[in-house]
């Protein structure tokens, strides 16, 4: 299962707009092999594409789907392995169904839909793969037995509707989409989730150290997020100094917001924490929260953070 700073910048991305409306699971191992779903989303009786998540992300969230970012155009292989994770997918639902005696239809099987920064013509003609009128540009069709789409990221129209698929992309394009967000709303919640995303994209890729020369540029960009969370953080103490005295509010909003990033971080890193391990990471001071900030990308699982814990109450 990949562990790139761009494999979980992409997942969390995904979660945190697919989340409110189905259940999506970034772990799904396919029954049988040793595969992982990048992100497999199945939406609740509830969700309305129209109402609820608006653009081309809302209409693919539609109906139950496989979801697979790229960093990179992928090669046939990578192709293949996708279809590959679909059809086993798919076929474990349709046993599912029939041992609990339930009709299913076709339209109800999960879709597959790739997710590439671009993809070269030779790339689509090879797997059949052409332009859909109903998607627009940028959108390309598998062969409909296949139910499978590519999305060519950089071809997508610079419009509002495909704002949250293009910052999945690479270069110009995702820097464009980056340019955006910051130019939403400073009110508007969607801005505020996606500058944390960010941030905590530029602390992976600060942590690797191993980041391309195209990403250099990325990590100026994304400072400018980061700079722009921070001072949204400084903000928020500022108004809470009003009753508490300017300067502790300052610094008590600053570490409010510190807190809660780790805790999000966490939660994503290793799953749901446990209501007593929660308390002991807010008792955690300044210094002892930049130290687990730095830590916790390296954890998978909670005993990683429990033993952490654990070692720092011992100095």
Known sequence: MSRTPFDSFAKQLLEEFLSPFGEVDTTYEVPGESRFVDVLFIPTARFSAATDLSGL????????????PFRNQPSLIEVRNCLLKLFLVQAETVRRARRDDERLLDAELPQLWILAPSAFQSLL?????????????????LPVALKSMIVAINQLPRTEATLWVRLLGRGATQQQAIEEVLALPPDDS?????????????????????????E??????????YLEWEQATRQQGIE???EQGIEQGIEQGIEQGEKALVLRL???????L????RR????????????????????????????????????
């Open 57 to 68: 992300l809302g209409e693919i969230a539609a109906t139950p789907c496989l979801l697979e």
């Open 125 to 141: 003609s090879s797997f059949g793969a052409k332009a859909s009128e109903h998607w627009g540009a940028g959108v390309y069709a």
């Open 190 to 214: 969607r801005r505020s989730n996606v500058l944390q995303l960010l941030v905590n994209w530029k602390i992976s890729l600060e942590l690797t150290e191993a980041f391309e020369q195209e």
């Open 216 to 225: 250099r540029s990325l990590m100026a960009q994304l400072s400018q997020a």
């Open 240 to 242: 809470q100094g009003i």
């Open 266 to 272: 966490l939660s994503r890193q290793v799953g749901a």
């Open 274 to 277: 446990p209501e007593p391990m």
């Open 280 to 315: 002991r990471i807010e008792a955690l001071d300044r210094i002892q929260l930049e130290l687990l900030g730095e830590a916790l990308l390296a954890f998978s699982s909670l005993s990683d953070l429990e033993n952490w814990l654990n070692h720092r109450s011992l100095q």
